[in-house]
């Protein structure tokens, strides 16, 4: 439906309305050496990227829904990436890229790739991207309800199908969760059907309108596993039907359900739905921080997302060998594990099959060998971090190259931004941070704590904030964000860290921090020595960081 008022269409809607993504082929292309931006468009509906920066170089991404692969997949994918020394890539939607690869060899990739039953349909751009669902979805004790079958009837409906393929205003992440904890955070897709409970029965809660940057909010929608595809198909109309077209950046369903409102986007539902929906019922499923999976015999494949035509093949036989099951996850890896052996809550974590995985995970976006937008070579500066305690201490990390959050920095116990920075010094690499995602019962994107750190001082900072988690005594780092760090303003927060570093802090001034009392605690750092005069915070926060940060 079209509004009178409705903003003047973008450019890749005008592409779009000249010809629709569905009646592009690339076979259409003639030269790949030389493809226009036009062109590039149309080539994304179909998993082929090219980034005007690297023109050179071009990327296929492959949709694995539900991170489902097969071994003679991954074979293929291993033979792919040795012949033309490409480079794969495990994604946090649980599906692979081969980077790197030259232009006269994308066609023919692509065709044999299409020849051997394997997908790269609607993998970017207006699309439904990858679908993800939790690897031991089905198999883990805590599962309620399956969600592969959904997945599939969901697929069946929408991957490959003209109507569908780049025809809504912008990418459109679902996840389906059917555990009471899930292995990894789903609060930033635009779609999340979330385990509930109505009376006596399993269902799923809808949330709308999550994205790198937002947790997806209640659509106060209580719905059965058996009308789980209907319900995704009608918010999926509603947002092709009214979803903004005007500039890019305000495109995704979050800003819809700005502009309009959750009670009129779930007016829209019901209509679509052709039927009256439940209200929400009891939301059973919970955060990520209360996975107990690394107490299984699973083993897990891959480096933050790297992982080599060898470990692959690896992967294959040590699989066949146990009949494992493979699967693609959303933590960047790929996992074998035994089904039988995961139906049940292993309580002795000296298992006979090695599992080196932790509670918590780090996700990194790929960075500059493998993105031009990147600053950083994310996946290498990973070794500048503290893993070693962030994986001992089970708290999650996201690290991005750039704003548009691949890394799922909003999402993350601790979130990074690479950057480069001349506040402190001649320019310098730096990190944005960000601190405390929460998620179930109350989801919140983490927030900025620093806009700007010199690399040379992120660890000693990082590990402050690990000290304060640890001496908190509190179960997980969510448990820490809501208790302590979220009765703080971020500006308090500021100056609670540039002073935990600047100075050695008695005693009782630490306890207060736990204590939460925000007046008090600014009160008491205001009489520590050599503190700013200046009565604004913003002020003292200034200048004590220019105390800390500056290079003299
Ligand atoms: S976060 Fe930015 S730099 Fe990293 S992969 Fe995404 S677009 Fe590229």
Redesign the pocket.
Known sequence: MKQANEPKLNKIERYKRELPPADFSPERVKDWQNVDERCRFYLKNFGLYNNKLRPDLWMIRLRFDGGLITPEALKLLARIARQETARLLLTARGQMELHDLRAGRVLPLWRELKAAGLQTCQVISDNFRGIVIDPLDGLASDNRIECLSILQEIRERVVGKREWIGTLPRKFNTALIGREAPSFNPWGNDLLLALARDGDRWGFNLYLGGKNSETAREADIFCPPESAADLFEAVAKVYREHGPRGSRSKTRLFHLIEEVGMPQIRVWIEEESGTPLPRAGELRMQSSHRNRDHLLPIRRYGRHGEISPEELEKAVQEAQSHEHTLRLTPHQELWAFDPDLVHQEIQNPKSKIPNHASTGSVTA????R??????WD?KEDLALLPLGRLEKLGVSLGF????????RHYHSDLGL?GLRTNLYAETERAARIFLGALQAPEPMPARMLYYSVPLRRLGELLHTILDDYEASDRADFETFSREVLARYSIETLQLWYLVRQLHELPNNLVELFYAGDEFVLLSKIDELPDMPQNPELYEKIKQLSHRLWDLV
């Open positions: 976006c790929a960075g500059s493998y993105c031009p937008l990147s600053l994310i991005s190259g750039c704003l548009k959050g691949c890394g931004i």
